[in-house]
Nanobody, 123 residues
Framework: QVQLVESGGGLVQAGGSLRLSCAAS????????MAWFRQAPGKEREFVAA????????LYADAVKGRFTISGENARNTVYLQMSSLKPEDTAVYYC????????????????WGQGTQVTVSS
């Protein structure tokens, strides 16, 4: 099993920044790709960004490209999501996810999930 714990969410004004962290523990060697998804009230959970542990290849949703940056720190088994130029529409619960497969935007590919952290952007 792999356990994922997110942190770093909070309330921020539009235009501000936040950094989310996701600490992985357990059988982390079984994971290849880490990702962030988000779910706003009344909406489906959607892909935000993903990164591979080896090589650091990344993938972003169009809605966040140029504003968000995903990075990983292998020694700490931790993945980060640096969010800048935040907009009210970025308000959502942000979830960390892990997969044994390569980069993907599809929710079903990711086997392990964290509990989520709330990000609220005020206008």
């Amino acid at each position: 099993q792999v356990q994922l714990v997110e942190s770093g969410g909070g309330l921020v004004q539009a235009g501000g920044s936040l950094r989310l962290s996701c600490a992985a523990s357990g059988r982390t060697f079984s994971t290849y790709t880490m990702a962030w998804f988000r779910q706003a009230p009344g909406k489906e959970r959607e892909f935000v960004a993903a990164i591979t542990w080896s090589g650091g290849n990344t993938l972003y949703a169009d809605a966040v490209k140029g504003r968000f940056t995903i990075s990983g720190e292998n020694a700490r088994n931790t993945v980060y999501l640096q969010m800048s130029s935040l907009k009210p529409e970025d308000t959502a619960v942000y979830y960390c996810a892990a997969s044994a497969l390569r980069l993907a935007t599809t929710r079903g590919v990711y086997r392990y999930w964290g509990q989520g952290t709330q990000v609220t952007v005020s206008s």
